[in-house]
């Protein structure tokens, strides 16, 4: 009798949706690029967040699933800098458990 193999279990966080709020507004979503536990590229040429100057806080909400449970992780950012893609945001604070999701997030699904 010949066993089925079963498909390698990933239990490694997937992203399911990035949010964004600056100067005290709603959390706007947005697609993002080259996220890691550092920071993320927020794409788009237009909108509130290209106006933002340089060192400008924003909070990041980043949706992601894990061990079929979604969770939404906040974490504090800062503007880096400004490209022709989007807008750079690296990440000055955030919990255990939103740095160990972002370590282990697998951005390939």
Do not use: W
């Not at 066993?3 to 979503?29: E, G, I, M, S, T």
């Amino acid at each position: 009798m010949k066993r089925l193999k079963r498909p390698p279990k990933n239990d490694a966080p997937r992203l399911v949706d990035a949010q964004v709020r600056c100067d005290y507004r709603d959390f706007q979503h947005c697609d993002v690029s080259n996220l890691d536990m550092h920071g993320v590229l927020v794409l788009g040429r237009d909108g509130t967040l290209t106006r933002l100057p340089k060192d400008a806080p924003v909070e990041v909400a980043l949706k992601l699933n894990a061990n079929g449970k979604t969770r939404t992780h906040v974490l504090h950012a800062r503007v880096e800098s400004k490209g022709r893609d989007g807008i750079n945001l690296v990440f000055t604070s955030a919990d255990i458990d939103t740095y160990s999701a972002l370590l282990h997030l697998n951005l390939n699904e």
